[in-house]
Every structure is written in structure tokens, then in C-alpha cells.
Antibody
């Protein structure tokens, strides 16, 4: 059974940093592209970043470029999101998601999410 | 960026009814479209990919159709467990992947 378990969320002040983790199990982690998708309270879904199966290629939405870094440790089957210079508008639940089998397509599996609140 | 316009924003229907949710892309996305269901308090779950392919374990009362810029999700014989928000997502042209704003489905 595919499982994605996020951790690392919480309350953080504007301008500070936070690192999210996503522990994957139930599939061969290093075969799949992975992503982070966020959802502001009572709002819709917004793609944040994607990383290729080998960690070589990364993609970001414009609003987080230069502030967020997606990475992975295939030996630990873990995905990360380093978030720097956080802003109030980054407040959201962050979901770890596995891309589809063919890569860079739909999001086949999602974690339960971790809430990040940016506030002073 | 490709804009995804989803309608209606909310929908109220009775048990056993058939409901349809629409999604329009700002340009041709060549059926590179997925639908997700998000039940209250839960994470999204994949329903449909490639516009009309049912994901594993999804009941056959769900179906997807469309082409070009116009797509739809149909739920036949609405069940109580179908109360949720539904989102479309394009993956034809990325980054960024873009989602529709969502449709909240409630029971009448």
C-alpha cells in the first residue's frame, strides 16, 4: 500500500524558514517523480514544486522560485521542501504527492498533509 | 499559464441523481486532464486521468469525458459518500500544473 506521511509543519514567523519532510513507503521511491501541492484554508489546490525521480530536475511555481527548494533522499525514501523567507500568503496545508507512472503527469497518490501557518 | 475554469462552484443534488461538473481550459490540453475528489477533512484522491480513465478502486458511477478545451465529470446515481469537493487539473503544459477552483457537492 502506497503511503506518504508529511511532517514538519507548524507556526512560523514571517521571514523565517521551515523544512517539510515526506516519508514514502509501499512503492519503489526512486522510480517516481514527486511533488508538493498546497491548499490555503478553505481554498483550492495549488501546485508548488516537482522533482524528477533522480533528483536532477526540479520545477517551481513562480511565487516560490528562489525561496523554496524541493529535494529528495532516495536512500531514505524521503521528499523534502525547504521553505525560506516565508510570507503570510504561504499559509496552507502542504501535501506530498506522487506523480503518475509515466512521470510528470497527474498526482496518483497524496499524503494527509501538514499545515504551515505563517504569522507573527 | 493554462487557466482552468470549473463550474459550477457549488452544487446541491439528491441521492440517486446524476450530476455533471464542467472544466474548461484556456487552450487545448489534448485530454491531459485529471479529476480529484476531496472529502471534508481529507486529502485529495485521484478519480480520473487522461480525461476518461478511471483510477484504481474508483466506482464505475464516476466517468470523465471531453476533448480540446472542454471536459466534464459525471456522477451517476449519487451516493451519500460522494459529498465532497471536486477539482480538475491539467498536465499538458507545465510548469505550472494548474487546477480548477473546485466544485463543492452537497446533498439536497
Amino acid at each position: 500500500e502506497v503511503q506518504l506521511v508529511e511532517s514538519g509543519g507548524g507556526l512560523v514567523q514571517p521571514g523565517r524558514s521551515m523544512k517539510l519532510s515526506c516519508a514514502a513507503s509501499g512503492f519503489t521511491f526512486n522510480n517516481y517523480d514527486m511533488a508538493w501541492v498546497c491548499q490555503a484554508p478553505k481554498k483550492g489546490l495549488e501546485w508548488v514544486a516537482t522533482i524528477s525521480y533522480d533528483g536532477i530536475n526540479t520545477y517551481y511555481r513562480d511565487s516560490v522560485k528562489g525561496r523554496f527548494t524541493i529535494s529528495r533522499d532516495n536512500a531514505k525514501s524521503t521528499l523534502y521542501l525547504q521553505m525560506d523567507s516565508l510570507r503570510s500568503e504561504d499559509t496552507a496545508t502542504y501535501y506530498c504527492a506522487r506523480h503518475d507512472n509515466s512521470g510528470y503527469g497527474w498526482f496518483a497518490y497524496w499524503g494527509q498533509g501538514t499545515l504551515v501557518t505563517v504569522s507573527s | 499559464d493554462i487557466q482552468m475554469t470549473q463550474s459550477p462552484a457549488s452544487l446541491s443534488a439528491s441521492l440517486g441523481e446524476t450530476v455533471t461538473i464542467e472544466c474548461r481550459a484556456s487552450e487545448d490540453i489534448y485530454s491531459n486532464l485529471a479529476w480529484y475528489q476531496q472529502k471534508p477533512g481529507n486529502s485529495p484522491q485521484l478519480l480520473i486521468y487522461d480525461a476518461n480513465s478511471l483510477a484504481d478502486g474508483v466506482p464505475s458511477r464516476f466517468s470523465g469525458s471531453g476533448s480540446g478545451t472542454q471536459y466534464s465529470l459525471k456522477i451517476n446515481s449519487l451516493q451519500s459518500e460522494d459529498v465532497a469537493s471536486y477539482f480538475c487539473q491539467q498536465y499538458n503544459n507545465y510548469p505550472p500544473y494548474t487546477f480548477g477552483a473546485g466544485t463543492k457537492l452537497e446533498l439536497k
